[in-house]
């Protein structure tokens, strides 16, 4: 079955950085578009940055273009999200997402606070 279990999340403070992993199974991950998400208290959920399958092609969202990169390793199945500079705003649990795939992990926790 399909599984997406995102990690990396945490504590840290205004300025610092974070990397997000999203560990995929029970899906062919190389030929699926991948995507962030994130969802702040009280909000909705946003779509944060997406890839194409090969990783050559990348998206994003206005508030974190220029800070966040996403990238994924097909050989290992998961996708990655490089988060610098860091703002309270960026507060929020994180998702990983896989295009016309039905299925939401857990998320992991990402707090900016000082």
């Known amino acids: 079955q399909v599984q997406l279990v995102e990690s990396g999340g945490g504590l840290v403070q205004p300025g610092e950085s974070l990397r997000l992993s999203c560990a995929a199974s029970?899906?062919?991950?190389?030929?699926?578009?991948m995507s962030w998400y994130r969802q702040a208290p009280g909000k909705e959920r946003e779509l944060v940055a997406t890839?194409?399958?090969?990783?050559?092609?990348?998206n994003y969202a206005d508030s974190v273009k220029g800070r966040f990169t996403i990238s994924r390793d097909n050989a290992k199945n998961t996708e990655y999200l490089q988060m610098n500079s860091l703002k309270p705003e960026d507060t929020a649990v994180y998702y990983c997402?896989?295009?016309?795939?039905?299925?939401w992990g857990k998320g992991t926790l990402v707090t900016v606070s000082s």
């Open positions: 997402k896989g295009r016309g795939i039905e299925y």
């Open positions: 029970g899906f062919t991950f190389s030929t699926t578009p």
């Open positions: 890839i194409s399958s090969g990783g050559s092609i990348t």
